[in-house]
């Protein structure tokens, strides 16, 4: 599975768009991009996944450039509730674990 | 809630106990994964099941670790002899797996088994 780069850590005002950047350059033809987010103490959540269209969802819009090489996470009206440590994996039609990075740490300032 | 539930949520044991961790997926799901998160990391895979069949194990799981899954319901997951440095949270997962041709599988996690050797 591909590899992917997150800025360590971001802060967001509360009611703004959050935007979280994930670079996976070598990603090939066949990998999903996945992001989940943990909140202290809890287990990942999920939050959405994509191919190559850009997704969306009642939690948040995933947009993937058109070489598929980095995607954008939107959290269109962040809340304080949504601090947490966001995290983007790619993986592979045959892929059976997810390989989680460290993640970006979302921070919603009020 | 049908949710991914873990039994317990936090243990606290002396090196060289065993424990014994219980993951009940949701319902339905075939596919049930256990992983461990230390402090400021992102989760690591240990192993998962199919059904009844453990399909894949990481190098992290050593022998002191094992993993069932018997009627391909819930799943345990035992530490023996315990070291310092097992304590870590233990996060179970479960998914629907329909087909190897069709990505539909997502991974819903549980609130984590909490270890905490001493």
């Known amino acids: 599975d591909a590899k992917t780069t997150q800025p360590p850590s971001m802060d967001c005002a509360e009611g703004r768009a959050a935007n979280l950047p994930c670079n996976h350059s070598?990603?090939?033809?066949?990998?999903?991009v996945y992001w989940y987010r943990q909140i202290h103490s809890q287990g990942p959540q999920y939050i959405i996944h994509g191919l190559k269209n850009n997704e969306t969802n009642e939690m948040a819009s995933l947009i993937i450039t058109e070489d598929r090489k980095s995607s954008t996470l939107i959290l269109p009206h962040a809340t304080l509730r949504d601090t947490a440590v966001y995290y983007c994996?790619?993986?592979?039609?045959?892929?059976?674990?997810?390989?989680f990075g460290p993640g970006t740490r979302l921070s919603v300032l009020p | 809630d049908t949710g991914v539930s873990q039994d317990p949520r936090h243990k606290i044991t002396k090196r060289g106990q065993n424990v014994t961790f219980r993951c009940d997926p949701i319902s339905e799901h075939n596919r049930l994964y256990w992983y461990r998160q230390t402090l400021g990391q992102g989760p690591e895979f240990l192993t998962y099941?199919?059904?009844?069949?453990?399909?894949?194990k990481s190098r992290l799981l050593s022998d002191r670790f094992s993993a069932e899954r018997p009627k391909g319901s819930f799943s345990t997951l035992e530490i023996q002899r315990t070291e310092q440095g097992d304590s870590a949270m233990y996060l179970c997962?479960?998914?629907?797996?329909?087909?190897?041709?069709?990505?539909?599988?997502?991974?819903?996690f549980g609130p984590g088994t909490r270890l905490l050797v001493l």
């Open positions: 994996i790619v993986r592979g039609l045959y892929g059976q674990n997810f390989v």
């Open positions: 070598t990603i090939s033809g066949n990998e999903y």
């Open positions: 099941f199919q059904n009844e069949a453990q399909l894949e």
């Open positions: 997962a479960s998914s629907l797996f329909l087909s190897t041709d069709v990505i539909t599988e997502t991974q819903y």
